[in-house]
């Protein structure tokens, strides 16, 4: 089980430098898919590996086509952290950023439940940069990989990117991840050329995405649950930023964070690649 070891190409870097993300050739076998999904029926029925607890759980209870979400499921799920910390992950991150190392900023457990047609905005992703949310820190040079355990596309709310928007800088109030009305947000963003692309994946694919670029998703009209593991990385020398924007990673920076402080316990922040 594990990541395969796929070398990133020029032609990769060139895709991810200009649109903002690049989808990876499959990097996860059957088995490793399998088990993954296992990992998401698990983790929903609180049936955790050891005897901690994820960042957060969202699990909205009074709609059952809202998306569920954990944070830092490598804390409580062996089959997530095997992934989410693989050497290889990090080997591709750290070509596509030309960073010297990367580290775990955190994960997140994503199932975003089938309506077997019914049109519903509760599951939909609102468009947003992830470093909305993450401003704390020093470098808005990361990325996530967002990998696929079933075949994704917009029938089953599969994620669509706004190519090129990584180039547009942080953007103000781009925190909008739980924000569902996609045209309202599409009108406050949209103040240059907007050019909306799904990642279409197959089953152990995975999209790469800048931390600044643009993306949310849809319904999933599928019977299914669409379901995902997502990684969202750091270079190695990434450290707190005085900033506006809180995130919870700061609590276990340190009780007293102050500017400076590198985020480099490997305790919460696992170093997955290092050049040197």
């Known amino acids: 089980?594990?990541?395969?070891?796929?070398?990133?190409?020029?032609?990769?870097?060139?895709?991810?430098?200009?649109?903002?993300?690049?989808?990876?050739?499959?990097?996860?076998?059957?088995?490793?898919?399998?088990?993954?999904?296992?990992?998401h029926e698990r983790v929903w029925t609180r049936k955790y590996d050891g005897f901690g607890l994820p960042m957060h759980h969202y699990h909205p209870t009074d709609n059952p086509l809202a998306l569920r979400k954990f944070d830092n499921g490598w804390w409580i799920n062996d089959e997530v952290r095997s992934v989410v910390t693989d050497r290889n992950l990090g080997k591709m991150a750290a070509e596509l950023l030309d960073e010297e190392s990367i580290r775990l900023w955190h994960d997140q457990v994503i199932y975003k439940p089938g309506t077997n047609g019914q049109e519903t905005s509760a599951g939909n992703v609102g468009w947003h940069q992830d470093y909305g949310y993450w401003r704390c820190s020093s470098t808005p040079n990361m990325c996530t990989v967002w990998i696929a355990l079933q075949d994704t596309d917009l029938s089953n709310g599969g994620m669509m990117t706004i190519l090129g928007s990584h180039k547009w800088g942080a953007v103000e109030g781009s925190d909008t991840f739980f924000e569902q009305d996609m045209s309202k947000l599409k009108a406050k963003f949209a103040t240059r050329d907007w050019v909306e692309e799904p990642c279409i994946l197959k089953a152990g694919q995975a999209s790469f995405h800048h931390a600044l670029t643009f993306h949310g998703s849809g319904t999933n009209y599928s019977p299914d649950p669409r379901l995902s593991v997502v990684a969202h990385l750091m270079p190695g020398h990434t450290y707190y930023r005085e900033s506006r924007q809180r995130h919870d990673n700061l609590r276990y920076l340190s009780a007293r964070p102050v500017p400076g402080m590198k985020f480099d316990n490997e305790e919460y922040f696992p170093t997955l690649y290092s050049k040197s």
């Not at 430098?17 to 499959?26: A, R």
């Open 1 to 39: 089980m594990g990541v395969i070891d796929y070398t990133i190409t020029e032609e990769d870097k060139q895709r991810f430098n200009t649109d903002g993300y690049w989808i990876s050739p499959k990097l996860i076998d059957d088995d490793t898919i399998a088990r993954l999904r296992e990992a």
